[in-house]
């Protein structure tokens, strides 16, 4: 979904019962130095948090991370949840997303069907999600951003 108003607002968090805290502070820095405005919601984060911050903040996008295994699960009715919130953004999945992840293309399908706009790997460079963003949400990419985009 790409939301209707020009908001750089990204809303990031480690969405289920999940501590691993790394990725999304380098995320959020990542962002940040990018002139996006983060607000990061931590570790731990409901489905419910999501979308109540994602309304609160008028988010472009959503980013959530996952990377203990029980993405799938915690991540089921998840577009429902905006939805009925009201929100209104590109939403991003990352992380290791699968038990394994032996077939990426085979999760990234699983997530695309619960309705995540990209999917990406744990191998992902911030810098590729950034170019991604930008380009979903018509932003001018910087020139090294051009040509990262492979999700
Ligand atoms: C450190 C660590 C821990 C620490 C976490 C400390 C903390 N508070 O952060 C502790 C010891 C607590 C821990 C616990 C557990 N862990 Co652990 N942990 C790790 C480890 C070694 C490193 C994670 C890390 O910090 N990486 C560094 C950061 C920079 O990388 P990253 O997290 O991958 O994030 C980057 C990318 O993934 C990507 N990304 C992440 N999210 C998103 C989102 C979007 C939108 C985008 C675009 C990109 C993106 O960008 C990030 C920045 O570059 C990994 C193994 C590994 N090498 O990854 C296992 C690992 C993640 N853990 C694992 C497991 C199983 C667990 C436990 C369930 C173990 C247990 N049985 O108790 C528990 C879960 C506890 C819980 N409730 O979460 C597994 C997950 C397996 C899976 N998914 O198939 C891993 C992969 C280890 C393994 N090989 O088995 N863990």
Redesign the pocket.
Known sequence: MVPSTMSRTVVLGVIG????????T??EHAFSAAGFTVVNLGVQTSKEEFAEAAVEHDAAAV???S???HAEQDCQGFQQELEDAGADAVT?????L????DDFEQTRRTFRELGFDRV?D?E?D?EE?IAALRRDLTLSPTESERATVTS
């Open positions: 019962s999940d501590a691993h805290v790394v990725g999304i380098i995320l980013l959530v991370s990377l203990y295994g991003y999945i990352g992380g290791n699968a038990v394994g992840q990406f744990s992902t911030p999600a």
